[in-house]
């Protein structure tokens, strides 16, 4: 697959970008959309001491900016035990034509993820029905931890309580086998 990233030009016309970011804030973030290690999903492994290294920076100026980024303007999030990073707003910035090729791209990238929760992050900027559905089916494979009540952007309420009312159909029917082996 090519490795390339198509970036939206209205990427510089938003607020955040055009008003909100310092000059090496907008570099980093655009570093963060488009370095070696990005991937198709928008989540991706990379130490900040690489980042500090291929920008040219001091690792305690990545990792002020990284923070800010974070903190302050919630365009990432970083796992420092994974070591991941996600870009939020993935897919309003990068345009990705769908095609079976990326497809099984994507999924093959999304299985290789290790703090699924950040795939949530970038969820509910997909706007391609197909590539979100892909998206969706694996963070319901692979993060049902969740508790009732918990923010999970990529499960709406009422797949919860479906989910929810299967679980216990399912225990309902398991207690009533018992019940008759007895």
Same mark, same amino acid.
């Given at each position: ?11 510089? =016309?938003?607020? /955040?970008?055009? %008003? ?7 570099? +980093?973030?655009? !570093?963060? *959309? ?68 990326? =497809?099984?791209? /994507?999924?093959? %990238? ?7 929760? +950040?795939?949530? !992050?970038? *969820? ?59």
């Amino acid at each position: 697959m090519a490795r390339y990233r198509m970036i939206n030009t209205d990427f510089w =016309m938003t607020p /955040i970008v055009g %008003e909100e970011l310092t000059p090496d804030e907008r570099y +980093l973030y655009i !570093y963060l *959309l488009t370095n070696y290690h990005t991937t198709q999903i928008g989540i991706y492994r990379i130490l900040k001491k690489q980042i500090a290294v291929e920008m040219g920076f001091s690792l305690e100026h990545i990792e002020s900016l990284m923070e800010s980024l974070e903190q302050q303007h919630n365009l990432i999030r970083y796992n420092p035990e994974t070591r991941e990073v996600v870009m939020i707003n993935w897919g309003n910035m990068i345009h990705s034509r769908g095609g079976k090729p990326v =497809m099984d791209c /994507i999924d093959s %990238e999304l299985r290789k993820v290790v703090d699924t929760s +950040l795939i949530s !992050y970038v *969820l509910d900027s997909i706007k391609r029905p197909e590539i979100r559905s892909l998206y969706e089916k694996f963070f319901d494979r692979n993060c049902n931890n969740y508790e009732e009540g918990d923010a999970t952007p990529a499960l709406d309420e009422p797949k919860r309580r479906q989910k929810k009312k299967k679980k216990k159909k399912k225990k309902k029917n398991n207690n009533k086998k018992l019940l008759k082996q007895i």
